[in-house]
């Protein structure tokens, strides 16, 4: 069965069949395969090196109602707050002086805030941090807004597709999100000149390996700079709060697999994923990650922005202490490259 990895690294691509195998089989030979392959295509393409983003979950307001998402509208458990901008720019200069050259603003969806305020937060970091990365997560947004934070001085967007099966998409969010809105999105931050992220939950409710290797193809189609994946996790004040979360194993599969499809991509080993393995920010990298996204949010907000259960679990780096995931990364042989770490083909990201 090997083969098929061979095949993979080979040709960039896999049929179908040789997907499913190597998602579901049982024969870990056959992964710990997939993922060396993976890891080795990775060294080759950056070397033992992993980027690290600093992670600003800026606001917890959302005007979205996702079925699985603990800061969806309908939460009320919830406190809802949004970061000042002084607030954010502290977590900027936080994340700088410890080294790290991406800011990484994610929120709810709530497109008045970002026209109104982002815009000029966005603005002032560019300012202040003229050679740092700005990164945006913030959701479904009209094109004029994206324009508009770009020009602002964004230089990469995330905005996971959750499901290239439009059916599945619409069992997972209420009436009234629309798939193709979501696809169109993707579109115009590219065209906009964003490097773009895309991605999605592994093992999320009524997800099968045939819906997964959908999603496989709409990324090798797409082909964004950045990939984010992560396994499911339940939260338990939203409707699919009982269903049991995504495999861990599952989820380092896919790491490999789409690192041997797109061997240039930024794919970061996720929070959710370290969540579920109680803390191992590691095994990700051993799959072929290459980004790691401590977490800058202030603590006093951070429980709010509770996305799925347990992800503010002890062992998540706190503003300031990044200490242990340097010693964990270095006793594993990896440093952390100093550099702003865009996408580029072909070259060898050193600052
Ligand atoms: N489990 C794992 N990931 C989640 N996300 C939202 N809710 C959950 C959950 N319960 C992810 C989604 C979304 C991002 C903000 O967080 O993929 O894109």
Same mark, same amino acid.
């Not at 603003?105 to 109104?116: C, I, K, R, S, V």
């Not at 189609?221 to 049991?244: A, C, K, N, W």
């Given at each position: ?73 309908? %939460?009320?458990?919830?406190? !809802?707050?949004?970061? $000042? ?9 936080? #994340? ?17 805030? #970002? ?65 193709? %809105? !979501? ?85 970061? $080993?996720?929070?959710?994923? $370290? $969540? ?29 922005? #509770?996305?799925?259960?347990?992800? *503010? ?7 300031? *202490?990044?200490? !242990? ?11 952390? *490259? ?14």
């Amino acid at each position: 069965m090997k083969h098929l990895v061979e095949a993979l690294r080979r040709n960039r691509s896999l049929d179908d069949d040789g997907l499913r195998t190597l998602l579901e089989s049982d024969d870990t030979a056959l992964a710990d395969a997939l993922h060396s392959s993976a890891r080795e295509v990775t060294d080759e393409v950056f070397g033992r090196q992993v980027w690290l983003r600093a992670l600003i979950e800026w606001s917890n307001v959302c005007r979205n109602d996702c079925l699985y998402c603990g800061i969806r509208r309908s %939460n009320h458990a919830l406190v !809802r707050y949004t970061l $000042s901008r002084d607030e954010i720019l502290a977590c900027c200069d936080a #994340a700088w002086n410890q080294g790290i050259r991406t800011f990484v603003l994610q929120g709810g969806e709530n497109p008045l805030a #970002a026209a109104e305020l982002l815009v000029g937060i966005v603005g002032a970091i560019r300012v202040c941090w003229p050679h740092a990365a700005i990164t945006l997560s913030l959701g479904e947004l009209p094109a004029e807004t994206y324009a508009r934070l770009r020009q602002a001085g964004a230089d990469r967007y995330l905005l996971r597709h959750e499901a290239a099966d439009p059916q599945l998409y619409t069992r997972l969010h209420p009436a009234g999100m629309d798939w193709q %809105n !979501r696809i169109d999105c993707l579109h115009t931050l590219r065209r906009l000149g964003f490097q773009t992220g895309m991605g999605m939950m592994v093992g999320a409710p009524f997800q099968t390996t045939r819906h997964l290797i959908q999603d496989i193809r709409l990324i090798e189609t797409f082909r964004p700079e950045m990939i984010g994946l992560g396994p499911f996790v339940p939260q338990h004040d939203t409707p699919l709060g009982s269903y049991p979360a995504g495999r861990a194993e599952t989820t380092l599969r896919l790491y490999s697999i789409l690192r041997l499809m797109l061997p240039h991509a930024l794919i970061p $080993s996720t929070t959710a994923l $370290s $969540s579920l393995l109680h803390g191992n920010r590691l095994a990700g990298i051993r799959a072929g990650a290459n980004v790691i996204m401590p977490d800058f949010t202030p603590a006093r907000e951070r429980a709010a922005y #509770a996305l799925y259960d347990g992800k *503010n679990a002890a062992w998540m780096e706190t503003t300031g *202490n990044l200490s !242990r995931l340097r010693q964990e990364l270095a006793e594993a042989g990896y440093s952390i *490259n100093p550099s702003r770490g865009d996408y580029a083909e072909s070259v060898f990201l050193l600052s």
